[in-house]
């Protein structure tokens, strides 16, 4: 069964940090390209970044450039965003997404609340 099981999140504090994890299974995780989305309350989704396993390219957000990193582990076939610098403008839930191959699979989503 191909599936993307999400980890990680929580509650923080504004300047703080977290990382979120996204286990892969059921697909060849090296050769896929991923990336990571978010849905703020009251918003549509967001594309926040993507990694291109295959080629270990990554893209960013303008609003996350310089703050936020993404990164895998082909041995362990998890995807991972590291979050520094955090904003209350960074709550969301945030969900993890296979781009490529056919058809796109999506984590199950986790909670991200920055607040004081």
């Known amino acids: 069964e191909v599936q993307l099981v999400q980890s990680g999140g929580g509650l923080v504090q504004p300047g703080g940090s977290l990382r979120l994890s996204c286990a892969a299974s059921?697909?060849?995780?090296?050769?896929?390209?991923m990336s990571w989305v978010r849905q703020a309350p009251g918003k549509g989704l967001e594309w926040v970044s993507s990694?291109?396993?295959?080629?270990?390219?990554?893209y960013y957000a303008d609003s996350v450039k310089g703050r936020f990193t993404i990164s895998t582990d082909n041995a362990k076939n998890t995807l991972y965003l590291q979050m520094n610098s955090l904003k209350s403008e960074d709550t969301a839930v945030y969900y993890c997404?296979?781009?490529?191959?056919?058809?796109?699979?999506w984590g199950q989503g986790t909670q991200v609340t920055v607040s004081s």
């Open positions: 997404n296979r781009r490529s191959p056919n058809p796109a699979v």
């Open positions: 059921g697909f060849t995780f090296s050769s896929s390209a």
């Open positions: 990694i291109y396993n295959y080629m270990s390219n990554t």
